[in-house]
C-alpha cells in the first residue's frame, strides 16, 4: 500500500473530466485536467494432514512453542457465510487561477501537465513538499489547498469511492447479464490467501457453477511500488506469500498467473487483455480504499463492461465495509470511540458479517491441461530499486515467514497465549504482548474478519463490547481501528494527498533539519526509548504501537519536522506499512489527524520509557551501548543520571535537543499554525 495514493490530478482544483468519457484503458486519462489552480456453502476448513500448515516455523516471539494450525483450526468455530505546492499559497487564501488542458487525454504524464500548464514555473516545484521529496511529483500534482480540501469535507467533489460505487450500480444491469465465457478470473491485490478472501470465493462460486476453470492473477507493478513507498522488505514478503499461495492454489488446479507491467497505467488494459486472452467474461476482486485504486477500479468497471466483461469489485479488507456506520446525522464519524460502539453493535446484530468465505473449489480436470503454461510461470524477483541485500533477505526471511498458514498459526498462538492479557501488556514494548499480525493483515494473507471472528470465538463473551478491561475485546478494538482509519479515507480521501485530515493544521510552519532527520531515522537522537525504536524498526521491519507513538511525537513534536518526512519513512521501512493506519497514526501523534491526540499533549520521551519500559529492557536489548548499565532509571537518561561515562566510552550521543524548550517551540509553533488555542 502506499504513502501518496492519490492521483496525480488531484492537484490544486484541477477539474477532472468525467471518468465515464476517460479513456478506460488508460487510468491517467480519467485524469484530465481541464482546470488546474494553483496550485459458505462452507466447507468447514480442514487443512491436509500433510499441509506445510502444520509446520510452525520458528518465529519471533514465539520461538518454542509450535502449535499445529489444524489443532486450532478443528476448535474454531467457522460458521457458513450466507451471500452477503507545488504552491501553497501562503497561508491558505490565494485565489484560483484557471488553466486549460490542451494535450489529448491520453497523453504521457509530463507532456499532459506542460500542456495543461501555460507556465509551468508558476508551479513553485521548491516547495518543501517537493523539495523533501513528501510528494513525489514523478507521480503526484503539488499540494492541495486548504480549500479544496474542504469541498471533499463538503462533499462538493464526489469522492473516489462515490464514484466507484456509481460505476457499479450504472453497471450493474449490463453486468448480470455477461454471460460466463471459457474461464472466470480473480485479480489478487492485497488478498494474497486462499480461505476467507470473498472475491476469490465468489470467482469460484461462478466458475463452479458453470463447470469452468478458475484463473487467478498477480500483477507486478514496480511503479505503483516507487509511487506507494513500498518497503523493499514488504515486496520481499508480497513475492514470497506469492510463491506460497501458487503452490495452495495449485493443489486445487488452479493456476496463479503473476506477470510484472512496468508502467501502472498499463496494468487496466493488460486486465483485459489477458480476460480476452482466457476468454474469461467475468473478473472479481477485492476493494482497495485509496484514491488511485478506487478510481481505476471506476474506470475498469465501465471499460470491462464496454468490452462485454463484467469487472465486480468487492468489499472484503475491512470486517465492517466503509459507509455502514454513520452518526445520528448520516454522516461518517471522525471519533474512534463512539464510532467503535457502532462497530460492535453493528456486527452483534449482524453476526453473519463475520463467517468465512470458503476455500475455493477445486478446478475441473482439465484446467491443467488448458493452462498449463499459466502453473509453469514463474514469480519474478522484486524490481532494482526495490532488492533486498543477501544478509536482508536472509534476516527478514528468518524474521517473517511468508504465507496464509503462517499467519494462522501466528494468530492460534496468540489467541491461546496472549490475548487474554492484552489489556495489560499491549503497552509494554518488552512484553511481546501484541500479535505481530499486522504484515500479514497488510498483505492479506490473513483476513481481518477472520481475526475477528476468531478472538470472539475465544472470548468469554461472544457478544463485541468496548470493554477495555477485558483482552480479548480489548484487541478486538485495535483491529477495528485498522477498520475505522480505512473508513475515514473513503470519506476524506484528501488525507491520502498530501493533506492533514484537519486540513487548517497544514499552515503549521515545520522544520526540514536534515541532519536533525537522520539522527532520529538512525537512533542516534540521544534519547534511548527513541533510539531503541528506531533501530528496531532497521533490524526487524516492524516497531511496537506504543514506540510508534513515541517515535512520531518525538520527530513532530520535539524535532517540530513535517510529520510526512516521518510518515513517508515509515511507509519505506515498514513491513506492515498500510497507507490508512500509517497515516492515522501519524496524524494522531502529530495532532493533526482523525481524533487526534490534542497538540497540546505532548509526549515526554523520558516519562514514556520510564513508564512503558520501566526496567530498561526494551533499550538494553536494542541499543547496546546502553546494555551495561544495570540502572532501571540510570537507563532512561544516562547523560543526566549518573552514566555519561558509560554512554560516552559506548559512542552513544547525548540527548540532541531539550525537551523543555522543545515542548515550549512546539507548542507556540502549533498555536501559530492554527490561530486558536485549542485543538
Ligand atoms: C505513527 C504510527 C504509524 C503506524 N503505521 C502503521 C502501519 O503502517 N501499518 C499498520 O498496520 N499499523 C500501523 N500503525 C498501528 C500499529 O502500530 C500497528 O498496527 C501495530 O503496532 C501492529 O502490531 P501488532 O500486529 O502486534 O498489533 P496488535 O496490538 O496485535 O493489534 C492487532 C491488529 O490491529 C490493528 N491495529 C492495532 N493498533 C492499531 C492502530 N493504532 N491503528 C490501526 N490499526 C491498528 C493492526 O492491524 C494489528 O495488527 C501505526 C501506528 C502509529 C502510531
Redesign the pocket.
Known amino acids: 500500500m502506499a504513502l501518496r495514493r492519490s492521483t496525480w490530478l488531484d492537484g490544486y482544483y484541477c477539474k477532472v473530466r468525467s471518468i465515464a468519457n476517460a479513456n478506460p484503458l488508460n487510468p491517467r486519462s480519467d485524469r484530465d485536467i481541464t482546470t488546474f489552480q494553483r496550485g459458505s456453502k462452507s466447507s468447514p476448513y480442514t487443512p491436509s494432514p500433510v499441509s506445510p500448515w502444520i509446520i510452525s516455523s520458528p518465529c519471533l516471539r514465539y520461538p518454542s512453542v509450535h502449535t499445529p494450525m489444524y489443532k486450532r483450526v478443528a476448535q474454531l468455530s467457522i460458521t457458513p457465510r450466507t451471500p452477503l505546492n507545488a504552491f501553497r499559497p501562503p497561508l491558505g487564501t490565494m485565489p484560483p487561477f484557471k488553466r486549460k488542458a490542451s494535450g489529448p487525454a491520453a497523453a504521457p504524464l509530463q507532456k499532459r501537465q506542460c500542456a495543461a500548464l501555460p507556465n509551468p514555473s508558476q508551479y513553485n516545484d521548491s516547495t518543501n513538499e517537493i523539495k523533501y521529496g513528501i510528494v513525489l511529483r514523478k507521480y503526484y500534482p503539488p499540494e492541495m489547498t486548504n480549500d479544496r480540501a474542504r469541498e471533499y469535507i463538503s462533499g462538493k467533489i464526489e469522492r473516489p469511492i462515490e464514484a466507484l460505487n456509481k460505476a457499479i450500480h450504472e453497471t450493474q444491469a449490463a453486468r448480470d447479464n455477461v454471460p460466463v465465457g471459457d474461464s472466470v478470473v480473480h485479480w489478487y491485490k492485497n488478498d494474497l490467501r486462499t480461505l476467507d478472501n470473498k472475491s476469490l470465493h465468489l470467482a469460484s462460486e461462478k466458475a463452479k457453477t458453470h463447470g469452468i476453470p478458475l484463473i487467478c492473477v498477480y500483477l507486478v507493478s514496480p511503479q505503483d511500488f516507487e509511487a506507494h513507498l513500498t518497503a523493499p522488505v514488504r515486496v520481499d514478503f508480497i513475492l514470497r506469500n506469492l510463491q506460497v499461495l501458487r503452490q495452495s492454489l495449485a493443489e486445487l488446479d488452479i493456476p496463479l498467473y503473476v506477470e510484472t507491467i512496468e508502467k501502472r497505467r498499463n496494468l487496466p488494459p493488460r486486465i483485459m487483455e489477458l480476460c480476452s486472452r482466457w476468454r474469461a467474461n467475468h473478473i472479481f476482486c477485492n476493494m482497495e480504499y485509496e484514491v488511485d485504486e478506487l478510481r481505476r477500479e471506476a474506470a475498469l468497471t465501465r471499460a470491462c463492461i464496454d468490452k462485454g466483461i463484467s469487472f465486480t469489485v468487492v468489499h472484503d479488507t475491512c470486517v465492517v465495509e466503509p459507509g455502514k456506520l454513520s452518526s445520528g446525522a448520516g454522516g461518517q464519524m471522525s471519533v474512534y470511540s463512539p464510532w467503535h460502539r457502532k462497530w460492535c453493535a453493528f456486527l452483534n446484530q449482524y453476526p453473519k458479517e463475520l463467517d468465512c468465505f470458503p476455500l475455493p473449489v477445486r478446478n475441473p480436470p482439465h484446467a491443467r491441461q488448458s493452462f498449463l503454461e499459466l502453473f509453469d510461470c514463474d514469480i519474478p524477483d522484486a524490481p532494482e530499486s526495490k532488492c533486498l541485500s543477501e544478509e536482508e533477505k536472509k534476516r527478514f526471511r528468518a524474521l517473517w515467514p511468508a504465507g496464509e498458514r503462517e499467519a494462522h498459526d501466528r494468530l492460534s498462538r496468540?489467541i491461546l497465549e496472549r490475548v487474554g492479557a492484552?489489556h495489560n501488556t499491549?503497552n509494554t514494548p518488552s512484553a511481546s504482548?501484541?500479535?505481530?499480525?499486522?504484515?500479514?493483515?497488510?498483505a492479506g494473507t490473513i483476513a481481518?474478519r477472520t481475526?475477528v471472528r476468531e478472538a470472539r470465538s475465544a472470548a468469554p463473551n461472544q457478544k463485541l463490547t468496548d470493554d477495555r478491561k477485558q483482552g480479548h475485546s480489548m484487541?478486538i478494538g485495535?483491529?477495528?481501528?485498522?477498520d475505522?482509519?480505512k473508513h475515514v479515507l473513503c470519506h476524506w480521501p484528501y488525507i491520502c494527498m498530501n493533506k492533514p485530515f484537519k486540513p487548517e493544521y497544514s499552515n503549521i510552519e515545520w522544520e526540514y533539519d536534515l541532519d536533525q532527520f537522520q539522527k532520529w531515522t538512525q537512533g542516534r537522537t540521544g534519547f534511548p526509548i527513541v533510539d531503541a525504536a528506531m533501530r528496531q524498526v532497521a533490524h526487524m521491519a516492524?516497531?511496537?504501537?506504543r514506540c510508534?507513538?513515541i517515535?512520531?511525537s518525538f520527530l513532530a513534536k520535539d524535532l517540530l519536522i513535517d510529520w510526512r518526512m516521518?510518515?513517508k519513512w515509515?511507509?519505506e521501512h515498514?513491513l506492515?506499512?498500510?497507507?490508512?493506519?500509517?497515516n492515522?497514526?501519524?496524524g494522531?501523534?502529530a495532532s493533526c489527524g482523525v481524533d487526534p491526540q490534542p497538540y497540546f499533549r505532548i509526549f515526554n520521551p523520558l516519562l514514556q520509557s520510564e513508564k512503558f519500559d520501566p526496567h530498561g529492557e526494551y533499550i538494553r536489548k536494542w541499543v547496546p551501548e546502553l546494555a551495561e548499565i544495570k540502572d532501571s532509571k540510570g537507563i532512561h537518561d544516562p547523560y543526566g543520571r549518573g552514566y555519561e561515562k558509560i554512554a560516552k566510552m559506548n559512542g552513544y550521543p547525548r540527548p540532541m535537543v531539550d525537551h523543555k524548550t522543545s515542548r515550549d517551540r512546539a507548542l507556540a509553533r502549533y498555536k501559530q499554525g492554527i490561530g486558536r488555542e485549542t485543538a
Do not use: C, K, Q
Open positions: 496468540f492484552y499491549r504482548g501484541t500479535s505481530i499480525l499486522s504484515p500479514h493483515l497488510a481481518a481475526v484487541w485495535e483491529v477495528a481501528w485498522r475505522f482509519y516492524y516497531m511496537h504501537n510508534r507513538m517515535v512520531a516521518g510518515e515509515f511507509m515498514l506492515d506499512g498500510d497507507f490508512a493506519s500509517n492515522g497514526g501519524w494522531f501523534s
